[in-house]
Nanobody
């Protein structure tokens, strides 16, 4: 059974930090491209970041560049999102997602096959 389980969300003040984790089971983790998306009610999934299977290649949406860092530990089957200098507009439910078809169009949610349930991040001003 494939499972992606996010953790690490919470309430933080503007300028604060959070580290999200996504533990993956039921898949060969080292073969996956992993992504983080966020979603607010009534809106589509918004791409945040992605990382290649090896961790050598990453991608970020412009609004989080320089503030967020994606990483992975293939020995622990876990992907992380370190979020610094948080802003109110970062408030959302954050989902991790996995795909097996390679590194292309990484920002499109439609290419990701497996999704976690999400973890709420709330940034208060």
């Amino acid at each position: 059974q494939v499972q992606l389980v996010e953790s690490g969300g919470g309430l933080v003040q503007v300028g604060g930090s959070l580290r999200l984790s996504c533990a993956v089971s039921g898949l060969t983790f080292s073969g996956l491209v992993m992504g983080w998306f966020r979603q607010t009610p009534g809106k589509e999934h918004e791409f945040v970041s992605a990382i290649s299977w090896s961790g050598d290649t990453t991608d970020y949406t412009d609004s989080v560049k320089g503030r967020f860092t994606i990483s992975r530990d293939n020995a622990k089957n876990t992907v992380y999102l370190q979020m610094n200098s948080l802003r109110p507009e970062d408030t959302s439910v954050y989902h991790c997602a996995a795909r097996t078809d390679g590194w292309y169009s990484t920002r499109l949610a439609m290419h990701y096959v497996h999704w976690g349930q999400g973890t709420q991040v709330t940034v208060s001003s």
